[in-house]
């Protein structure tokens, strides 16, 4: 009885340490947009006080205009700059987050069935026909489990592919 309590916790643990690795890189990817994003504002603030000087000791209209069409132009171009940034660290995050769901899925599903099989081999199943049955269903979710994880990975490969800017535009 031990040895089954010692796999479920192994099982639990296993799945603990995803969970932990999955929090640690939201917290990573969020301190990284949130930089960005305090990075951005402050470049942007900077700029606009140098604008308003610049426009405040503007000599004609003209002037004032061409700083303003510059000023506009600048500060559009920065923060698309930023937002490029932010999608390229969010795709980043969801090749990772995908890598690791198919992981899980793949080895969290083959030590489920692992510990399944020990614990039906420890059973007094006597009828072969049962045993049979129990192995033929379980080898059926096994692929099942296996097929869903292909597909996943797929998904999120396909997904974080999408969801990259394109190369070339800067």
């Known amino acids: ?3 089954k309590q010692d796999q479920m916790n192994e099982l639990q643990k296993k799945n603990l340490e995803a969970a932990m690795r ?3 890189m939201s917290i990573e990817n ?6 960005l ?4 504002a402050k470049t942007l603030f900077e700029d606009g006080v140098k604008n308003a000087k610049a426009m405040s000791a503007a000599k004609d209209p003209k002037e004032l205009m061409e700083l303003r ?17 932010i999608a390229e660290i969010t795709a980043r995050t969801q090749s990772e987050v995908g890598k690791l769901v198919g992981e899980q899925l793949t080895t969290g599903s083959q030590d ?8 039906f081999k420890g059973m007094p199943i006597t009828d072969q026909n049962a045993m049979t049955a129990i192995q033929t269903a379980m080898d059926t979710t096994r692929n099942a489990f296996e097929q869903m994880a292909r ?3 797929e998904a999120f490969q396909a997904f974080s592919t ?3 800017p394109p190369k070339g535009r800067r």
Do not use: G, N, Y
Request: charged letters at 15%; a neutral charge; hydrophobic letters at 45%.
């Open 162 to 164: 999408m969801t990259q």
């Open 30 to 35: 969020s301190q990284r947009i949130m930089e």
């Open 22 to 24: 999955l929090a640690q």
């Open 1 to 3: 009885m031990a040895t």
């Open 112 to 119: 489920m069935f692992d510990a399944m099989q020990k614990l």
């Open 37 to 40: 994003q305090v990075s951005t």
């Open 151 to 153: 597909a996943s990975a």
């Open 69 to 85: 069409t510059q000023f506009a132009q600048a500060t559009t171009e920065k923060m698309l700059s930023c937002a490029r940034e």
